[in-house]
């Protein structure tokens, strides 16, 4: 019995699946405190079997080095209780006899997307995540990226849009990429959420600025072979045309090799895509 569960900020998903990463049973509830949360996900999995193997996609910042005192922890974070709650002692204790793999809900999303997604085919793809916050997944040579902590592409610094003076949202840094260009901040620097924003609203050309910037950190470093953007606040129409669009006016000629018109696509898995990649942590022991 191959396991799932897909943690975010917002939103918990708890699946059962195959080796491949398909779903075949899951269900979504309210992500709350960690012991509510993780509760409801051990109870609906005890009702249906013993796991053999769980794979765990979290929304980080987590601990996700092995040996490290932190390791399988939420690290610090403003949502209210979950810093240092261990998911992996909780589950554990649940499953003792289940293998367990954590790593972060971007990083999930990234491997299910080069294996079954937007990506196939590809051992150098990045997945970016734009909704309650901003993170970024990378699979980099076949391999998910780690290093002290993992990518928190979210909090990269950017260039600021000429006569943008909105401060940011971000509870740490105020305006870096997450701080400019999430969810919370469209709402904040709008006075409109962003599903209710029109495709034509100015709104979008701001957002493909950040977007696109972000991206280019990305191409200049791991060079990524496709840029997956997901997330609520990227289903807008257009959204993706316009950040390909800023991103090869920015990149201004130095990337030939790598950019294109379809370089940033949205996901294939749409909603699935963080959960299909806990199913394929599960499946396959891959911890990067």
């Known amino acids: 019995m191959i396991a799932g569960i897909e943690l975010g900020g917002t939103k918990t998903v708890v699946a059962i699946g195959s080796a491949d990463g398909r779903v075949i049973e899951e269900f979504r509830f309210p992500t709350t405190l960690p012991q509510e949360t993780l509760g409801v996900a051990i109870e609906w999995l005890r009702a249906r079997g013993q796991p053999t193997s769980i794979g765990i996609a979290a929304f980080g910042p987590i601990g996700i080095v092995p040996n490290r005192a932190n390791y399988g922890k939420v690290l610090e974070t403003p949502k209210a209780g979950w810093a240092g709650f261990s998911l992996v002692g909780c589950l554990a204790s649940a499953f003792p006899t289940a293998g367990i793999i954590l790593d972060t809900d ?21 997945y970016i995540t734009i909704g309650t916050g901003i993170g970024g997944g990378i699979l980099s040579g076949g391999h998910l990226i780690h290093g002290a902590l993992h990518p928190e592409f979210g909090h990269l610094k950017v260039p600021r849009m000429a006569g943008d003076d909105f401060p940011g949202t971000c509870s740490f840094h105020g305006d870096c990429l997450e701080g400019l260009a999430s969810g919370p901040a469209i709402a904040a620097r709008w006075g409109t959420p962003a599903h209710e924003l029109p495709a034509d609203h100015p709104a979008w050309e701001t957002q493909a600025w950040y977007l696109a910037h972000g991206i280019l950190s990305l191409v200049a470093i791991v060079s990524p072979s496709r840029v997956i953007v997901g ?58």
């Open 106 to 126: 971007v990083n999930a999303a990234a491997l299910a997307e080069a294996r079954i997604g937007a990506g196939i085919g590809l051992d150098d793809v990045a």
């Open 231 to 288: 997330g609520g606040v990227c289903q807008a129409e257009g959204l993706h045309r316009k950040i390909n669009a800023r991103l090869i006016e920015i990149a201004a000629g130095y990337f030939p090799p790598v950019l294109g018109g379809d370089y940033v696509v949205p996901p294939a898995l749409g909603q699935q895509a963080g959960i299909c990649g806990a199913l394929l942590l599960a499946s396959s022991g891959n911890e990067g």
